[in-house]
């Protein structure tokens, strides 16, 4: 097993080729497995063709991310430009993408995509050490579903949503085949080795919580509810009173302003998001966090997660610092899991939010530290991501906001 990463911030095709001639230079063959990404100021176009002129037959999983990117080289981000590739040497390992358009039934897509996969890596019915997946923003918890339906619920999927620069839906999916704006991309992972994971926030509980008693999509049907629609990511009611007023009182007046007439509060709420306890380690919970970005006409708060009455939602609270410091902390993590040395560490992939990228942007030399202080002298590549999938320590794969996942290949 090697890895190797390179970039660029030239948003030409000469430069898309010289990163790939230096990928090919440091693993000394063409890779296995390419797995890129870039902001949305690159023609994905030309980055596929160029590639695909190159290395034919290599299996390909691309997506976007807002901004730019980051290596173990820096963060790479000019004018809203970047671009990194992850190259895998693995002759002895097998690996397979596969992409569906997302339609009226996303959870029938990443069946498509995850079967198509396993046969691009001849190993059909096969267990694959791990699932790494990209999809459009707003279904990755049916699309989560998908995949386990074909795999099972005990393979860990990790993984980013694509993003753009702002937030409107220019975000895009490719593969070596094709290029998509609202699909899902699923590689297949059997490698010689072992991998490691780890899926956390930064982010602290507050005393302030309460109990989901209206959301969008949603029925009530007893405790839970039932999906009416293929989305409930709208927030109508905690404790019986309109989400934003309740919102708006445990953060302290935050979001007065749009009270009245509704409007974006994405940026805002960065340090203040909500959470749910997604399991226990011996007595103390862990979070799977929801980041409200608008308020509606009718007091309501959209989020980027699927939301159920009788969810019970704590307001958490975060710093700058810890936004900082928690990309090498999950990474020191996820070694610890696994009783592991960052010697033994081949590369690594990193999903950290956009909100949170957005948030520290001044200090993005300060996460890349951390990173190589948790790794040294470990090439990764780190994605800027518009929602973030991981498998939490429960063994449970979970779709979240303004977290972090880190995906290690042992040597």
Known sequence: MKIATSWTTDPGPVAVIKAYENLVAQLGAMPTLFIV????????????TTLRARAPQVPFHGSTSCMGVMTQAGAHTQ???????FG???PEGSYGVGAAVIDEDPRVAAQQAIQTALDMADCPGA????VWMTAAPGCEEALISGIASVVGDDVPITGGSSADNT???QWKQFTHEDIFSNAVVITALFPSTEVMFAFHSGYEPTDVKGIVTKAGGFEATGEKGFATKANGRTLLEIDGRPAAVVYNEWSKGLISDVLADGGNILARTTLHPLGRIAGHIGKVPYYQLSHPNAVTENGALSIFTNVTPGDEFVLMQGTIDSLVSRAGRVAASALETYSARPKDVAGALVVYCAGCMLTVRDRLDEVVDSLRSALPNTPFLGVYTFGEQGCFLSGENRHGNLMISV???SK
């Open 37 to 48: 990404s870039c902001s949305v100021a690159y023609k994905v176009e030309e980055v596929l």
């Open 79 to 85: 004018d809203g430009r970047g671009l990194a590739m």
């Open 88 to 90: 895998i040497l693995d």
């Open 127 to 130: 267990v694959p050490a791990m």
């Open 167 to 169: 937030v409107t839906g």
């Open 407 to 409: 995906l290690l290949f």
